[in-house]
């Protein structure tokens, strides 16, 4: 818990002064207006229902709705990644911002970044939502932000152009309306799923398509209607799955279930095992045919998969074999190295491509914001080239530093 250390202070102006001091010293937050919105917006009133220390908190959710399974399909973010998301953003006074999935209090932040000059619009596919941040929002003392009930793959074209468009559900296609719907110094902050890991993108414009100037590690609901991801799932046996939204990569369960009863063979790299969110992206774009690997605790404590894959690990599969990350205490330097585990017919070819790509990735590119994503939009080319990741409305290409 990041709240107050006096757990029996529950006022909460004293936790929400304590959330922006933590958000703060966890570089959360970096600029004075963005400080300033987070101390100005009651956060509780935007989650009646829930307990004022979970409203507070700086890195849990607070559940708003689930679907028929118990999977959350909204929540209020944590608090630190939308501090993260709107300093990406870089909102003046004035400026004109669309927000893609609605909650009520992030549009509430933004609204208090734009000032009176500037206008907020919010936009949820849901009702339920929309309705519930309305309210919010009017209860809170926010009722200059408009609230649209749409699809926000269609953009909101009435208020258009805008100077900052923020999606706040996990995105798999960058739909043609969010890049014409902004000014043409306009940028996009985007949580943008491929090969199921996340990351915040913001973009900016740059001649027809757009151009990063930052990312960094995000986690978010999946986008509903007509952007919904277009994802390949597999599942090995209990417990044991592999995730990709890449064509190319042949998912074959009976056969890789097959791999995982061979025997393991094991590859050290040598390279130190760091900056785990830069080397799993590197990992995910770098692999010539990835897929995630998801197993649970069942799976993990009977030596089946490495703990590794509790979270899920960037794999490289073929027909029959598969290889994914592992890492062992380095006993000489402290800290850990990364390795590879490899199962089937082909584990040796793959697990030497795994940890080439784990050493290139250590000796080139070991930082934090290596990559520079570019999003084209517009028909794919075929064959498609290897840094690209095909999207339903263009591609997006990685450069590494
Ligand atoms: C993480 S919640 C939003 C949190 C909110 N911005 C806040 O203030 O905390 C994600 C929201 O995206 C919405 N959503 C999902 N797909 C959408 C779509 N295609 N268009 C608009 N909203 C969508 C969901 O209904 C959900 O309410």
């Known amino acids: 818990m990041t709240t107050a250390s006096d757990s029996t202070v529950r006022d909460p102006d004293v936790l929400r002064a304590d959330m922006v001091r933590a958000l703060r010293d966890q570089d959360g937050i970096t600029s004075e207006p963005v400080a300033a919105a987070f101390a100005a917006v ?13 409203a507070y908190d700086l890195h849990r959710t607070v559940p708003v709705k689930k679907d028929e399974h118990g999977l959350d399909i909204s929540v209020m973010s944590a608090a630190h990644l939308q501090a993260v ?7 003046e006074p004035g400026m004109r911002v669309l927000e893609i999935g609605s909650g009520g209090y992030n549009a509430a932040l933004i609204q208090e970044l734009v000032g009176g000059d500037g206008a907020v619009t919010t936009v949820d596919i849901d009702r339920d939502i929309i309705d519930r941040a309305r309210l919010c929002l009017d209860d809170a003392g926010y009722g200059q932000v408009k609230t649209v009930l749409a699809d926000g793959e269609t953009g909101v074209p009435d208020g258009a152009p805008y100077d900052r468009i923020i999606v706040t559900a996990a995105a798999w296609v960058i739909p043609t309306s969010w890049i014409s719907g902004l000014t043409a110094k306009g940028r996009l902050v ?12 913001a973009f900016d414009r740059d001649d027809d398509g757009l ?20 994802e390949r799932k597999a599942m090995l046996r209990d417990g044991v799955a592999l995730q990709t939204d890449d064509v190319r990569v042949p998912l074959n369960a009976q056969a890789l279930n097959h791999a995982l009863d061979t025997p393991r063979l094991e590859r050290w790299s040598g390279a ?6 830069e ?9 010539s045919s990835a897929a995630r690997l998801h197993a649970d605790k069942d799976a993990v404590e009977h030596g089946l998969v490495e703990a590794s894959a509790l979270y899920g690990v960037p794999a490289l599969v073929s027909e029959d074999s ?9 006993e000489d330097t402290g800290g850990f190295e990364s390795g590879v585990i490899a199962h089937g017919p082909q584990a040796e070819a793959l697990a ?17 914001g290596a990559a520079t994503f570019r999003y084209l939009p517009g028909a794919a080319p075929t064959p498609l080239p290897r840094d690209a990741v095909r999207r339903r409305h263009g591609i997006v290409t990685v450069a590494w530093n």
């Open 272 to 277: 130190a095992y760091e900056l785990p969110d």
């Open 352 to 368: 030497e491509e795994y940890v080439h790509v784990l050493r290139r990735w250590a000796q080139d590119h070991r930082r934090r």
């Open 322 to 330: 598969i290889a994914y990350r592992t890492r062992r205490e380095n």
């Open 211 to 230: 151009i990063s100037r930052s990312y960094g590690l995000a986690r978010f609901v999946p986008m509903q209607g007509e952007g919904a991801a277009e």
């Open 190 to 201: 985007v949580p943008l799923t491929m090969c199921g890991t996340t990351r915040s993108i």
């Open 85 to 91: 998301m709107l300093e990406q953003a870089d909102i």
């Open 42 to 54: 009651p956060r509780h009133r935007f989650a009646p229902d829930a307990p004022l220390e979970l």
């Open 279 to 287: 080397l799993e992206l590197y990992l995910t774009l770098n692999l």
